[in-house]
T-cell receptor
C-alpha cells in the first residue's frame, strides 16, 4: 500500500520561480526521502530527512518535516527548465522497505 | 563506485508468454535488492525485496516471481504474462545504514503485454 501522498499532482511554473511540493503520510516514520524521476527513467535520490530533524538543505533544495502533522514539503528555489521531472516522497520506518507516493509532476517553463 | 544495470530496457510480449528481467549491481557486497512496478500515472509499487542470496520477500500476490541466484543479481520472472503486467519495472539496491534505506535505481524496463 502507498503511504505518501504528494500534493499537487501537477505543478507548472516559470523558470526562476520557486516550486513547492507537499507530502502527507499516515503512520510513524524513521525517515522521509525525496526522489526525482525524469520521464522514462529511474528515480534518483535527492535528500533524506530523519524523524528528529525539522529542516534540511541541499543546494537549491529545502526539505521540511512536521511529524506532528505527518507532512513534509520540498522547496526548489530558482527553478530551471532542467528541474522538469516528477518528484516522489518515500517514507521509511527503519526496515528494508520504502513506501512511495504517486508523485508531483513539475513542469518548468523557460 | 557502485553501478546498477537492468535489462532489457524495453520489451513487448504477447499475453501468456514468459518474462525474465535481470538486474545486476557492481561495486558493493550483500546489497538489499528490490523490484518495483510503476503503472502509468501512478506511484511505485514494491513487488519483491531481498536481503540476501535466496531470500525473497513478496509484497503483493501476483503473477510474478523473483529470484536471487547470486549476491548481486536479481531476476524478475513470470511463466505466463497477463495484460495487467504491463508497466515500468524498476530494480533498486540499498545498504541499510543507521536505520535509513536510500535506494539507487536502475534505468528501468518498460514492459508492454499485448
Amino acid at each position: 500500500s502507498q503511504q505518501g501522498e504528494e500534493d499537487p499532482q501537477a505543478l507548472s511554473i516559470q523558470e526562476g520561480e520557486n516550486a513547492t511540493m507537499n507530502c502527507s503520510y499516515k503512520t510513524s516514520i524513521n525517515n522521509l526521502q525525496w526522489y526525482r524521476q525524469n520521464s522514462g527513467r529511474g528515480l534518483v535520490h535527492l535528500i533524506l530527512i530523519r524523524s528528529n530533524e525539522r529542516e534540511k538543505h541541499s543546494g537549491r533544495l529545502r526539505v521540511t518535516l512536521d511529524t506532528s502533522k505527518k507532512s513534509s514539503s520540498l522547496l526548489i528555489t530558482a527553478s530551471r527548465a532542467a528541474d522538469t521531472a516528477s518528484y516522489f516522497c518515500a517514507t521509511g520506518a527503519g526496515s528494508y522497505q520504502l513506501t512511495f507516493g504517486k508523485g508531483t509532476k513539475l513542469s518548468v517553463i523557460p | 563506485s557502485q553501478t546498477i544495470h537492468q535489462w532489457p530496457a524495453t520489451l513487448v510480449q504477447p499475453v501468456g508468454s514468459p518474462l525474465s528481467l535481470e538486474c545486476t549491481v557492481e561495486g558493493t557486497s550483500n546489497p538489499n535488492l528490490y523490484w518495483y512496478r510503476q503503472a502509468a500515472g501512478r506511484g511505485l509499487q514494491l513487488l519483491f525485496y531481498s536481503v540476501g542470496i535466496g531470500q525473497i520477500s513478496s509484497e503483493v500476490p501476483q503473477n510474478l516471481s523473483a529470484s536471487r541466484p547470486q549476491d548481486r543479481q536479481f531476476i524478475l520472472s513470470s511463466k505466463k504474462l497477463l495484460l495487467s503486467d504491463s508497466g515500468f519495472y524498476l530494480c533498486a539496491w540499498s545498504l541499510l545504514n543507521s536505520g535509513a534505506n536510500v535506494l539507487t535505481f536502475g534505468a528501468g524496463s518498460r514492459l508492454t503485454v499485448l
